[in-house]
């Protein structure tokens, strides 16, 4: 199941600094599959998925990508939300940025 987050316009200014003239809209999902494990607890695994839509000329062109089970925590996914809306991640480079925030939040965990 998905729900939206939010959703973005690029900045123009950006947008043409690197030589691009059309729009190009963001949206940011919170993502989730929900069931029971043998134990018959109810547990829900979210994620996120971002889809760049890019208005040309004389068509449109969407991108999309899903990661899925980054967390148990809805708040830690609406965190996580929140900074890649902020920030404007696009689906090329929203991979890397989840795997270096779980990469940063579990070297916070380790430290005493």
Do not use: C
């Amino acid at each position: 199941m998905k729900t939206f987050y939010g959703s973005s316009f690029m900045k123009k200014e950006e947008l043409n600094e690197a030589g691009i003239y059309h729009p190009i809209k963001l949206e940011y999902y919170r993502t989730w599959v929900s069931k029971d494990d043998n134990s018959h607890e109810f547990f829900s695994k979210f994620g996120i998925e971002v889809v760049k839509t890019e208005y040309l000329e004389n068509k449109v062109n969407i991108e999309a990508v899903e990661v899925k089970y980054i967390t148990e925590e809805e708040k830690e996914i609406n965190k996580i939300l929140q900074l890649l809306k902020d920030n404007q991640v696009t689906p090329i480079i929203v991979d890397n940025v989840i795997e270096d925030l779980m990469k940063k939040e579990s070297k916070e965990e380790i430290k005493p």
